[in-house]
């Protein structure tokens, strides 16, 4: 088994294709009696090797059940291995929507919680900010669900938890009316960016900013809230991967704006040979990366390169989520390679940056391994989901870093 693009390998003792739950309890007394770690996953779409063991691989892709839709209490049951794609399709002949949806939407909604996916969303949070209950299978083959009437912590822990806690095997989600909204795309100078950011996004619906390394320039997207504008879900896709037509207007104001000219970005293309890393700094921090990364390496040595920023509003509703201390940039790497190309050269000195400031790594793209004093430093509510995680699983049979 490898992690997406290939960068980690191993070989399990067995890959188990789990169809029920009763599956995933099985395997996991099989893997109890013979002292072996478990892993479960999805569409294998992260760069990290927690996705990886030597002991059992739980394949969760043919639990791909939706098992009911709730149109009047906005929600949705589903098994762990539906993925987004097959999910959106049907939502969008409700009229309804993930609040948040990240920018690649072939995951399972198990590895996607699993991991804290998300979108760009400073109203939608995080995939797993929407989770109202889960159905675990611990490590001792007992199958718990955790919901609102469940201790506070455990839910918080669950949400984000890297299969830490146990195996998800059905979620209820909340959802959105699918909005209507009118792209818009801007072009300014970083330093105007920094100046009018609150301003662009706080009532975007979804609002990103790509910017380019070497001119300085930065290209903000939003997806605003408008009455006869474009469905944000078609045929199952968020508007990013068939973007509406940019306003006339914004159009226009862009051209006169612009400095430089800005490199055509098709940065979702499924391409393996890709190198991704993601870290999200809290929002007053934005200024002070950005000043880093400009006068760091990592700006002069790939002046062709773009850099994504996301926003995501606050969450108390997870431990780990990229956003549960506060409103946060996130900053993504995510640029094809050429195989010549040392793929790992521009993380380290990405990377080199966010950790200095104490960032909060992705749980599904490429990161070193943090250890015990940075998980603290980096997760204010890191002891709490330990002692969550120490409850399920004493043993740590599922534990991630392990
Ligand atoms: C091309 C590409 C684009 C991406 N774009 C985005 C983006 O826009 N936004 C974003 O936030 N992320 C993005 N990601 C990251 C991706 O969303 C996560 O890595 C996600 O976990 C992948 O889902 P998966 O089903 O492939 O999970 P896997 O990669 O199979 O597993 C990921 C982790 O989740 C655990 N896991 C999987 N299933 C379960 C389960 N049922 N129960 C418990 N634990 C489980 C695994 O053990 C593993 O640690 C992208 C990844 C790729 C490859």
Redesign the pocket.
Known sequence: MKT?GGTWHSTPQSIVPCRSIDDVAAAMLIARKKRLKV????????W?P??LTKGISLD?SAMDHIIAIDPVARSVRVE?GVRLRHLNHQLEQQGLALPSL???ID??I???I??G???TSRKGGTLSDSVRAMTLVRADGKIIRIDASSPPDQLAAARVS??MLG???EVELGLVANPRIHAMEREMPMADFLRRHEALLAHANQGWAHWHLGSGMVKVLTLEEAKGGHPYLTGGKPAWINPPPPSLLERLRGAFQRKAPLPESKP?A?DQN?T?MEYSLPLSQMAEAIEELQTSDFASDWPDKVLELKFLGASPHSFLGLNADGPVVCFSLYWPMRPEDDKLAPLVKLETVMRSLFAKP?W??YHQIPNKAYLKRAFKHWDRFEKQRAAFDPDGMLH?FG
């Open positions: 997406f892993r479960p996953h999805g569409t294998g779409y992260s990290t927690y996705l969760m762990a990240p920018f690649l995951q399972t198990g590895g996607a699993a991991t996916t998300h979108g890297l299969g195996v998800i095997t979702y499924p890709i991704a992705h599904g793209k991630a």
